[in-house]
């Protein structure tokens, strides 16, 4: 399945797939609502993804796309000029990410790769990576500190997320070891410093 909010890019895409006889096109979308609602109905092995398909944008797309049963394996594609955008879609769960400016053959043979089980990302430094440990969080994980960021308890944050206060303390207890904190002011304060060395 492919989905890009240019029409001519989704279109010489379909184009390019439909003649390949090692794949089936299912569906194609231009927004990101439409492509889910695909994905919910029709099975989907492998998915190309806009970077910046509207209007939810491929990161939380993926992460919706990530915690369904037999999820699709994403093929992220997006302009590469800034090198943090291969690190958030692999960070999202993308299976791997490849550049508008490459080759369509490129973005076919890394389909090819992802369908067999492969990862494939440009070179990204993985030490990079590491040193922010809200990169280790798991999506649970990161949605209780994003939760926790706007001040909720933790019968607040039970409520939200639908798990039992049990199950947040575990969660918390986990968030605390891999940010290396002590309590909640300083997970919000690490969370805090880490998106504004992200500049979000």
């Avoid at 440009?122 to 949605?143: G, N, W």
């Amino acid at each position: 399945m492919l989905g890009d909010g240019n029409p001519l890019v989704l279109s010489a895409m379909s184009e390019v797939f439909e003649r390949d006889p090692r794949f089936s096109l299912v569906a194609t979308s231009a927004t990101a609502e439409g492509f889910l609602g695909m994905v919910m109905r029709v099975p989907v092995r492998v998915c190309v993804l806009d970077w910046n398909i509207p209007a939810l944008g491929a990161e939380k797309l993926i992460e919706v796309l990530r915690a369904q049963d037999k999820a699709p394996r994403i093929v992220a594609y997006g302009h590469d000029a800034d090198p943090a955008i291969p690190r958030k879609a692999m960070a999202s769960g993308a299976a791997a990410f490849v550049s508008r400016a490459a080759p369509i053959d490129t973005l076919v043979q890394t389909c090819i790769d992802v369908a067999a089980g492969k990862m494939v990302f440009p070179y990204l430094d993985i030490r990079e990576l590491k040193t922010d440990p809200i990169a280790t969080l798991s999506r649970k994980e990161r949605a209780i500190l994003d939760a926790l960021a706007e001040g909720l308890t933790n019968k607040e944050l039970a409520t939200r997320l639908d798990i039992s206060s049990n199950t947040v303390k575990f969660h918390l207890s986990n968030v605390f070891d891999k940010l290396s904190v002590k309590n909640r002011a300083q997970a919000i304060a690490h969370y805090y410093a880490s998106k504004a060395k992200a500049g979000e």
